[in-house]
């Protein structure tokens, strides 16, 4: 089985910066894509930024230029650099991974607990 832990979350001041950071563990053979999306109450899902094996990265329009993804293959680590934050920022952020585990040697959509954001003066 595999997990995705997400770290880094917390109240923050507008204009203020923070970075999560989304580690996998377990049975993994190998991880595709990797993401980051949030909720905020009342509202859908939606996806913040995501990046491939290889490294190029999507962006959502809301954060294009705020917010950074990157990943640290070698510890099946995805981060996201959020600076120049806005109150409306203010959600529960999600780490994904498009992960193929040992155990299946087929690819499953990996979801973490979800660590709080809150941007607010």
């Known amino acids: 089985q595999v997990q995705l832990v997400e770290s880094g979350g917390g109240l923050v001041q507008p204009g203020g910066s923070l970075r999560l950071s989304c580690a996998a563990s377990?049975?993994?053979?190998?991880?595709?894509?990797m993401g980051w999306y949030r909720q905020a109450p009342g509202k859908e899902r939606e996806m913040v930024a995501s990046?491939?094996?290889?490294?190029?990265?999507t962006y959502a329009r809301s954060v294009q230029g705020r917010f950074t993804i990157s990943r640290d293959n070698a510890n099946n680590t995805v981060y996201l650099q959020m600076n120049s934050l806005k109150p409306e920022d203010t959600a529960v952020y999600y780490c994904?991974?498009?992960?193929?585990?040992?155990?299946?040697?087929?690819?499953?959509?990996?979801w973490g607990q979800g660590t709080l954001v809150t941007v607010s003066s």
């Open positions: 377990g049975s993994i053979f190998s991880i595709n894509a």
């Open positions: 990046i491939t094996a290889g490294g190029s990265t």
């Open positions: 994904n991974a498009d992960t193929m585990t040992i155990a299946t040697m087929r690819y499953l959509e990996v």
